[in-house]
C-alpha cells in the first residue's frame, strides 16, 4: 500500500521524534511504500498534496494543527472530506475523547467513574454534585502533562482561587476542577474496532517519588525538567508491569478500559489512564485515542509484552483502519 505518514512540525523539531524513523521503517517492513507529510499551520499545501498524492491510506499520527491540539479533530475531518482512508479516530472520537470534561460526561452516562469535577470560566460554574478538597485543576483540552504540575492540587479555597486565575491567564480555556483520586496509576493499551482488546496493564510506580509530594504525572515527571525544579519527579517514577494485581482487578481495569474506548467511539487503538484508589474503585483520568506510538511508549511496550512486536503492532493497526473501511 502506499502509506502517508501524517505527523505535526513539532515532530521535526529538536529533539527529532524519534517515532517518524521508527513507523516508516515499520510500514515499510510491513512491504508499504511510505511517505512522510507533515501538518503545519496552513491547510492549503496539504491539501495540495494530498489530493495529487491520493496514498492508499493515511497514518494519522498528527495531534494538533498549527500548533492547537484543540483543532486535532479537524485534521481527521479534513482526510474525510477529501475521502481519504486513515488510521485512528474519527473527528468525534477525538472531539469527544479530547475535551477531559466532555469526555467525562459521556463515561458517567454509561456508568463508568471518573473523578467528581467542576468547571470554571470567566465566572461561571458548570458543575455536577458536590467535590471536595483535595482538587486538581487542568487545562481541559491539552495533553502531554501541559498545565500539571505541584500548584494544579489544591487544598484550599485561596490555592483553587489562585490556580484557576494562572490557568485562565494562560491557556484562555475554562478550567477543570477534579477530586484527587490517591491511588495507584495504570495504563491501559485499547486494540481493535467491533472486537477491541486490553493490553497488559502498564503502573507508573512512583516508589521513588518525593515523600512530601502528591504523586502525580506532572510536566516535570513526565519530561524531566520543570524550569527551577531538578527532575526528582521524572527520576521517581518509572513505567512498570504490575506482578502484585489480583487477577480478578486487572481484569475488571482492563473491561473499564475497553468500555471506555467504545463509549468514546474511538477507532484503531488508544491508551486509557486510569487510577484505582484502596477501595478498588477505577476511576478513568482520561483516555488518549491515537496514542503515542513510540517504541518504548506505553502502549508499544504493553503490546511487545503481548507477544505483538513492533512492526507487528504497526501492520495490526493498518489492517484494522483498512478493514474499517472494506466493510
Ligand atoms: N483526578 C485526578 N486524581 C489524581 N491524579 C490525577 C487526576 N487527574 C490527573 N491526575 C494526574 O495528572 C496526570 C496528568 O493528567 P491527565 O489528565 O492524564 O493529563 P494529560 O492529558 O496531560 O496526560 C495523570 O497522569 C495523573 O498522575
Ligand atoms: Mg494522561
Not at 486513515?86 to 477531559?100: E, F, V, W
Not at 486538581?136 to 504540575?149: H, R, T, V, Y
Not at 480478578?248 to 487503538?269: G, K
Request: aromatic letters at 8%; proline letters at 5%; charged letters at 25%.
Amino acid at each position: 500500500m502506499k502509506i502517508a505518514l501524517l505527523h505535526t512540525q513539532d515532530a521535526l523539531e529538536p529533539p527529532v521524534d524519534p517515532v517518524l524513523d521508527q513507523l516508516e521503517s515499520a510500514l515499510r517492513t510491513g512491504g508499504h511504500e511510505a511517505r512522510r507529510l507533515v501538518v503545519d499551520d496552513t491547510v492549503q499545501p496539504l491539501v495540495t498534496s494530498l489530493s495529487e498524492d491520493r496514498p492508499d491510506l493515511v497514518f494519522n499520527i498528527a495531534e494538533s494543527f498549527g500548533g492547537k491540539s484543540a483543532l486535532e479533530s479537524n485534521v481527521a475531518a479534513l482526510l474525510n472530506l477529501l475521502g481519504l482512508r486513515y488510521t485512528g479516530s474519527s473527528p468525534a472520537g477525538l472531539i469527544l475523547a479530547g475535551d477531559k470534561t466532555l469526555t467525562k460526561k459521556v463515561l458517567s452516562f454509561h456508568d463508568i467513574l471518573t473523578a467528581r469535577f467542576a468547571t470554571v470560566f470567566r465566572g461561571n460554574v458548570d458543575w455536577a454534585g458536590d467535590i471536595s478538597f483535595p482538587l486538581i485543576l487542568k487545562p481541559p483540552q491539552e495533553d502531554a502533562s501541559l498545565g500539571i504540575n505541584q500548584k494544579s492540587i489544591v487544598n484550599d479555597v485561596k490555592e483553587l482561587l489562585q490556580t484557576i486565575s494562572s490557568l485562565q491567564t494562560e491557556y484562555q480555556s475554562p478550567v477543570l476542577a477534579e477530586e484527587f483520586i490517591d491511588g495507584r496509576e495504570f495504563y491501559v493499551g485499547v486494540l481493535g474496532n467491533s472486537d477491541v482488546k486490553a493490553l497488559p496493564i502498564i503502573e507508573l510506580d512512583f516508589s521513588g517519588y518525593p515523600a512530601d509530594r502528591p504523586r502525580i504525572a506532572s510536566w516535570e515527571a513526565k519530561w524531566g525538567d520543570d524550569g527551577d525544579e531538578k527532575g526528582e519527579e521524572f527520576a521517581g517514577t518509572k513505567s512498570v508491569f504490575p506482578t502484585d494485581l489480583p487477577e480478578e482487578l486487572a481484569t475488571r481495569i482492563q473491561r473499564v478500559a475497553m468500555d471506555a474506548f467504545n463509549a468514546l467511539r474511538l477507532r484503531d487503538y488508544a491508551r486509557v489512564d486510569l487510577r484505582v484508589n484502596d477501595r478498588e474503585e477505577i476511576y478513568v483520568i482520561e483516555v488518549n485515542p491515537n496514542c503515542y506510538l513510540e517504541e518504548k511508549s506505553e502502549f508499544a511496550s504493553a503490546a511487545a509484552k503481548d507477544g505483538i512486536d513492533y512492526p507487528t503492532l504497526i501492520q495490526r493497526i493498518v489492517e484494522l483502519a483498512s478493514a474499517r473501511y472494506s466493510r
